[in-house]
């Protein structure tokens, strides 16, 4: 069973900076593929950004040149680092895990139960 355990959300004013975090015990290290993304109330969920089993990433259009994505294999941790944030970003965030090359596509078979941002 695949347990991933997001944190690090919260809520800061336009402009701030948070950083996301996502525990997958042995499946970083392995090198799966993970992504984070985002749902907002009464949206859809959207892709974020995601990390390869080659570390290439991808990024959502909304997000590129102010979010990051990268992972610690050691401590097997995906990170989001999220700055100049706006208050479209406000969304419950999940992270997500599979074995296959999926970038932002929806079809992860594994996610977490999420942790919100707010900016306002």
């Known amino acids: 069973h695949v347990q991933l355990v997001e944190s690090g959300g919260g809520s800061v004013h336009p402009g701030g900076s948070l950083r996301l975090s996502c525990v997958a015990p042995?499946?970083?290290?392995?090198?799966?593929?993970m992504a984070w993304f985002r749902q907002a109330p009464g949206q859809e969920r959207e892709g974020v950004a995601s990390?390869?089993?080659?570390?290439?990433?991808t990024y959502a259009d909304s997000v590129k040149g102010r979010f990051t994505i990268s992972n610690d294999k050691v401590k097997n941790t995906l990170y989001l680092q999220m700055d100049r944030l706006k208050p479209e970003d406000t969304a419950m965030y999940y992270c997500a895990e599979d074995t296959r090359p999926l970038g932002l596509r929806q079809t992860y078979r594994h996610w977490g139960q999420g942790t919100q941002v707010t900016v306002s």
């Open positions: 990390f390869g089993d080659d570390d290439s990433t």
């Open positions: 042995g499946y970083i290290s392995k090198g799966y593929c």
